[in-house]
């Protein structure tokens, strides 16, 4: 059995933010990996600049040395609308035909706790895997806490643990308007994204979807 992080999001581009944010979700919760896994939203992609494939090579080129975190293609390749519960249970079926059974902790911002009564069979999501939610020096902790013991009160087999992750106030969105503006971004993502986004042109239209 592994102990697998789940680190989802459009990554458009992949920041330090988000690498920071998996490293120590797997140095607190001592996983074995995360996953770092951009979604199939479509929001972006009014953006004819950037392709789920040059999301998926940007991630690839920002954690290649950084032991403990995966790729995964998974949402690109099912296609459609992201449903974190189809993800799971794509991810369990995997392990039934291989015979193991992992336990898997989902990454949010702890700005996004108070919103999962809307999440798509929340009710299965609780029992099916532990939220890690990351807590910035800006959110009140105790206001977390709070909404923590009134998703344990509504259901059962409820797991919300806290990651303590001040990743700084890194924006992909404001990255890709820089972008655009000619805006130096070498201190918001790695060396080897800065030079991809650069070399394939990223960006320089539309960078404010």
């Keep these: 059995m592994q102990r697998i992080g ?4 459009s ?3 992949i920041h330090n933010g988000h690498i920071m944010l998996a490293r120590t979700a797997l140095t607190e919760y001592k996983l074995d990996k995360v996953l770092i896994m951009p979604n199939c939203d479509t929001y972006y992609k009014k953006d004819a600049a950037i392709s789920d494939d040059d999301r ?3 991630i690839k080129l920002a954690i ?3 032991e403990g975190l995966e790729p995964s293609d998974i949402e690109l390749k099912r296609g459609g609308i992201t449903y974190t519960i189809d993800t799971i249970r794509e991810l369990k079926q995997a392990d039934r035909e291989n015979h193991v059974r992992n336990k898997y902790f989902f990454i949010i911002g702890g700005d996004s706790l108070k919103n999962l009564y809307y999440w798509r069979e929340i009710k299965k999501l609780f029992s099916s895997m532990t939220f890690l939610a990351a807590v ?3 959110i009140d902790i105790t206001e977390l806490q709070a909404i923590r013991e009134s998703y344990i009160e509504k259901y059962k087999d409820v797991k919300i643990e806290f990651l303590s992750c001040d990743a700084g106030n890194i924006s992909s969105s404001a990255i890709r308007k ?3 503006g000619n805006v130096d ?3 918001r993502v790695p060396a080897a994204v800065d030079e ?3 070399d394939k042109g990223l960006y320089l239209q539309g960078a404010d979807i």
Excluded: A, E, T, W
């Excluded at 789940?6 to 999001?9: D, M, P, T």
């Design 6 to 9: 789940i680190l989802g999001g």
């Design 11 to 13: 990554f458009n581009p």
């Design 56 to 58: 998926l090579q940007m």
């Design 64 to 66: 290649k040395d950084i």
């Design 136 to 138: 910035r020096d800006d």
């Design 178 to 180: 820089d972008v655009n």
């Design 185 to 187: 971004i070498s201190d």
């Design 196 to 198: 991809y986004i650069r």
